[in-house]
């Protein structure tokens, strides 16, 4: 099947007089024959739904879209996208271990990598995702546990060069995570770079429709974490009598050990109803990216020609730095444009507090026209030095367009911009 199609019928096909829509099995626990057989759930000697903090029969239809839309071998959905790559890194790295990360990355991730998992004793390094690979290479340690990085960074719509990323992972025996947010399966599918883990916040495009936060962690099931660095993998876990994760699970161990394991103790699965919601947004996603691309790349051409703006960051504009790598891993860059107006803060607030259609929210990847100042508000937190670091100047706006009528979303630019 074709990406469209797959966004309609992968997860849940029903027989003969079953309900049209994916069923919302609202129900936290499920009931059983025999003592026996629930035994052997907790062995993990059998498959099926235990309690819904760990699994549930409407989660699971959408991982399963989920799962194929990327080509992996299985996902877990979690409460958010900070919660999906909170358990992505915990279920590879421990304390005493380290992390590479792009700098160019989400702002909630950088102080997610920073503050948090530093607490916990994890050590991050942040580099440069545009410098050579043998200088990457330098960040790399004896206890490093993975390589990190965004397709389309969010807000500076850099594009991740994933096949370097890849090989800088690989050749050191190390997955590489790719956060694919702002990209979705239908713009790029990382596993096919290289990527071994792909995480989203579904939050984004995937719903679509401002409703909900969500996220979801896909599994490639090629990362051989046998290699010897990875013992979590390869011994006993004491939490299920001796299970040893690549030897019960296969292909599928990373995934099935996030969800037995983390999902399990941190408890952040989502609820039947937040799946029915995703599953919505999900089964218009490639039919949504198609027109946010279109639009977006009319809205950058617009404000390429204003002497108002300092520049934009849209990777089809011509001489943009990522123009290349864009088409070759992207089937279109996304709704999200982010452009600086000359005269710093001051001008970037007078603009966007003068738009009339597009809403000032703390979103992006809404069906409607959303616009934020990351400098004062998701970015807030971060030193002058990592704003830079980020791709992210004080007159920085991030831009989300919408699927209204590209004139009207244009017009109200316009005249937003006449107030500066
Ligand atoms: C929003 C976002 C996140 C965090 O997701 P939530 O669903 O808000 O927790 C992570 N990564 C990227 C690239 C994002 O845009």
Redesign the pocket.
């Known amino acids: 099947m074709r990406i469209e199609t797959q966004c309609l019928h992968e997860g849940y096909s029903p027989k003969n007089g079953e309900a049209r829509n994916i069923p919302i099995y609202q129900s936290s626990t499920y009931k059983y024959e025999s003592t026996e057989h629930v035994g052997k759930l907790f062995d993990l000697a059998v498959e099926g739904h235990m309690y819904s903090r760990i699994s549930n029969p409407t989660v699971a239809m959408v991982e399963e879209k989920i799962a194929a839309l990327e080509g992996g071998v299985g996902a877990l959905c979690t409460t958010?996208?900070?919660?999906a790559?909170m358990l992505a890194v915990l279920n590879i790295a421990k304390a005493g271990d380290h992390i590479v990360s792009s700098s160019e990355?989400?702002g909630?991730?950088i102080n997610l990598f920073n503050v948090t998992m530093k607490k916990m004793g994890i050590e991050v390094t942040f580099v440069d995702q545009n410098a050579p690979l043998s200088e990457l290479q330098k960040a790399i340690r004896p206890n490093t546990k993975l390589v990190f990085g965004?397709t389309i960074a969010?807000p500076s719509i850099s594009v991740l060069d994933i096949e370097k990323f890849a090989q800088l992972a690989h050749s050191n025996g190390l997955p590489l995570i790719v956060?694919s947010?702002?990209a979705t399966p239908v713009l790029c599918k990382p596993i096919e770079y290289g990527a071994d883990i792909v995480v989203h916040?579904?939050?984004?495009y995937m719903d679509g429709h401002a409703l909900q936060?969500?996220?979801v962690i896909v599994d490639s099931g090629k990362f051989d974490w046998a290699n010897g660095k990875y013992p979590e993998f390869t011994e006993p876990d004491d939490s299920y009598h001796g299970v040893v994760y690549t030897e019960m699970f296969g292909k599928a161990a990373f995934i099935t050990k996030a969800r037995v394991q983390l999902m399990r103790d941190m408890g952040v699965y989502p609820t039947a109803i937040s799946a029915f919601l995703l599953n919505m947004g999900l089964e218009t996603l490639a039919v949504r990216m198609d027109r946010y691309c279109s639009n977006a790349e009319k809205v950058a051409e617009f404000l390429c020609k204003s002497d108002k703006i300092e520049f934009v960051n849209y990777p089809t504009v011509k001489g943009n730095k990522y123009y290349d790598l864009a088409k070759k891993y992207l089937k279109g860059c996304s709704g999200v444009i982010s452009f600086s107006i000359k005269g710093g803060r001051e001008n970037a607030v007078r603009f966007m507090d003068s738009l009339k259609l597009a809403s000032n929210e703390v979103h992006?990847a809404d069906i409607r026209t959303c616009v934020l100042h990351p400098a004062s508000a998701t970015h807030r937190q971060l030193t002058d030095e990592q704003l830079i670091a980020a791709g992210i100047t004080p007159g920085l706006i991030r831009f989300s367009v919408g699927l209204e009528n590209v004139d009207d979303i244009i017009d109200d630019i316009k005249q937003a911009l006449e107030n500066v």
Request: proline share 0%; net charge negative; charged share 15%.
């Open positions: 958010s996208g900070q919660a790559n990355i989400y909630g991730t965004e969010n956060d947010t702002f916040s579904t939050t984004k936060i969500g996220g992006v």
